[in-house]
């Protein structure tokens, strides 16, 4: 079974752009949740999708914005990128979205310059 | 705020010997609590993780014990192998919300 699949891998933006996140859930999990991790801040809950309907958010400005398509596939839209910005972005998916089942993808890791 | 707090920063403990990492917590309705392991270039996996009805969970080598009434709890690695070398993260959620991660101990096992 695969695991959760995140793309790309690597990512390198300017400051003000803005980007896109794609996140592949396991077969079959119908919550995907993102989270975002720094040296300094540690990992980060930003919100969590269930059956295409955001359920949490996260402590985040809302230039920071998802969505999950009825395949359950999910993506993160970041708007007018800052430095800080820069992050390993990590996808996590779950059966049922309780927090016990889940399972981290590899990460997307963003630099913005 | 932080609502886990994590420690030690980081840990290098010899092959063989036991590995020890602390958090607490400040929220008291957080109902579960799991300690997830991170290698290089990967995401955190989940390891082992307890509820706050037991005071001690053991998987193998890897026990959770839990101070409801401290908010502690603590990882054990116990005969601590160089590939157990990673990040680990304890973290505490509660309801539906998402994970509250501490910030993290990088463990280094010498062999």
């Known amino acids: 079974k695969a695991g959760v699949t995140q793309t790309p891998r690597y990512l390198i933006k300017t400051r003000g752009q803005q980007v896109t996140l794609s996140c592949s859930p396991i077969?079959?999990?119908?919550?995907v949740s993102w989270y975002q991790q720094t040296p300094g801040q540690g990992l980060q809950f930003l919100f969590e999708?269930?059956?295409?309907?955001?359920?949490n958010k996260g402590n985040f400005p809302g230039r920071f914005s998802g969505r999950q398509f009825s395949n359950s596939r999910s993506e993160m839209n970041v708007s007018t990128l800052e430095l800080g910005d820069s992050a390993l972005y990590l996808c996590?998916?779950?059966?049922?979205?309780?927090?016990?089942?889940?399972?981290f993808g590899s990460g997307t890791q963003l630099s913005v310059l | 705020q932080q609502q886990v707090k994590q420690s030690p920063q980081s840990l290098i403990v010899q092959k063989g010997g036991i590995s020890i990492i602390n958090c607490a917590y400040e929220?008291?309705?957080?109902?579960?609590f799991p300690w997830y392991q991170q290698f290089p270039g990967k995401g955190p996996a989940l390891l082992i993780a307890?509820?706050?009805?037991?005071s001690e969970k053991k998987e193998g080598r890897f026990t959770i014990s839990f101070n409801k009434s401290a908010k502690q709890f603590s990882l054990h690695i116990m005969d601590s192998q160089p590939g157990d070398s990673a990040t680990y993260f304890c973290?505490?959620?509660?309801?539906?919300?998402?994970?509250?991660f501490g910030k993290g101990t990088h463990l280094i096992i010498q062999p």
């Open positions: 996590a998916s779950s059966p049922d979205s309780r927090v016990e089942k889940l399972f």
């Open positions: 077969s079959g999990h119908r919550s």
């Open positions: 999708y269930f059956s295409e309907t955001q359920r």
């Open positions: 929220n008291t309705a957080f109902d579960y």
């Open positions: 307890i509820r706050p009805d037991v």
């Open positions: 973290a505490a959620s509660w309801g539906a919300d998402g994970l509250t």
